[in-house]
């Protein structure tokens, strides 16, 4: 599965911007699909994930209300809609998966950088 994320840019305290995660060599079907991020001299921290089949998310306590994650099943692609962006959440963000069940997310993205100006 090669995972391809895109989205990402600069924006101002308090904007928007929508990443996608795409996926080709197969569909999303029996895999949860989730976004990290990591900034300068950090490491990298879960954001949210999805479940592609039941659609039940998962979100980290600095996200929760800001941040939605979704699917689209006839595009086989995964959305993360941020909101309210702030400078805290400047970082390269990646979409991974991984088969349900298991703990392991084994398919990576190449990244996206999301920059957000105060």
């Known amino acids: 599965v090669q995972l391809q994320a895109s989205g990402g840019g600069l924006v101002q305290t308090g904007g928007s911007l929508r990443l996608s995660c795409a996926a080709s060599?197969?569909?999303?079907?029996?895999?949860?699909v989730g976004w990290f991020r990591q900034a300068p001299g950090k490491e990298r921290e879960f954001v949210a994930s999805i479940n592609w089949g039941a659609g039940n998310t998962l979100y980290a306590d600095s996200v929760k209300g800001r941040f939605t994650i979704s699917r689209d099943k006839a595009k086989n692609a995964v959305y993360l809609e941020m909101d309210s962006l702030n400078p805290e959440d400047t970082a390269v963000y990646y979409c991974a998966s991984r088969i349900v069940g298991r703990s392991i997310w084994e398919y990576w993205g190449q990244g996206t950088q999301v920059t957000v100006s105060s």
């Open positions: 060599g197969r569909t999303f079907s029996g895999y949860a």
